[in-house]
């Protein structure tokens, strides 16, 4: 009795002293995760709702721009796949890359990235983007077609070497799109990968890192 009534004492001062759950090891190897289990769990930090584990996948639905961020860094040079799709005809599915592994949309305003954001089939399933930062900016690389297709599972590889993001969609051999960034976010502050979402129903699995 005198424990249970001692804890909240003990987290509202850690609370108030800034200590935060220590980061897991970074990547250094090829590192997986195929969700095989009942929620997120300590790999992961939520910023806010609409994330769950159902059936052996990640489902990302209703997030508004609160990311599921990977406390794992990320090597500066990384090959990341993984298997993602849309149950929504409004497509949208996304991701953040190199970002700080805390930033989120506090409003529901303009959200600005800390890191580079990719969405297949943004802005109602017409337009598809690898934005540095801002996903409503100019800074990007984008294309109109294709358009993502109601519950067909992707395979997507995101791949960065140097300045230059590579990702590609199913065909490995041929950019979906390709970005050169002459001043590459990179070091503290973009270590981070993060599943984001706005209100789509989204899913992801079969995650695959390698440096």
Not at 108 to 124: D, E, H, I, N
Not at 180 to 208: C, I, K, M
Request: net charge negative.
């Amino acid at each position: 009795m005198q424990l249970a009534r001692t804890l909240p004492w003990i987290a509202a001062a850690l609370v108030a002293t800034g200590c935060k759950v220590k980061d897991p090891p970074p990547v250094t190897e090829t590192w997986t995760d195929a969700f095989e289990r009942h929620d997120p769990g300590s790999n992961y930090y939520q910023t806010g709702d609409g994330y769950r584990v159902d059936d052996g996948a990640l489902n990302a639905k209703g997030a508004h721009n609160k990311p599921l961020w990977l406390r794992k860094k990320l090597p500066r040079d990384v090959q990341i796949e993984v298997t993602a799709w849309s149950n929504s005809p409004e497509g949208d599915i996304k991701l953040e890359l190199f970002g700080d592994g805390t930033s989120f949309d506090p409003d529901k305003g303009r959200y600005m990235s800390t890191g580079y954001v990719l969405a297949f089939g943004g802005w109602k399933n017409s337009r598809s983007i690898l934005a540095r930062n801002d996903e409503h900016g100019q800074d990007m690389a984008s294309r109109s077609a294709p358009r993502v297709e109601t519950g067909r599972k992707y395979r997507w590889k995101i791949e960065r070497t140097g300045n230059v993001i590579t990702w590609y969609i199913d065909d490995m051999a041929t950019p979906f799109l390709r970005y050169d960034d002459p001043r590459p976010l990179a070091g503290s502050g973009h270590e981070y990968l993060g599943f984001n979402n706005w209100e789509t129903d989204t899913w992801f699995d079969d995650l695959v890192i390698t440096p």
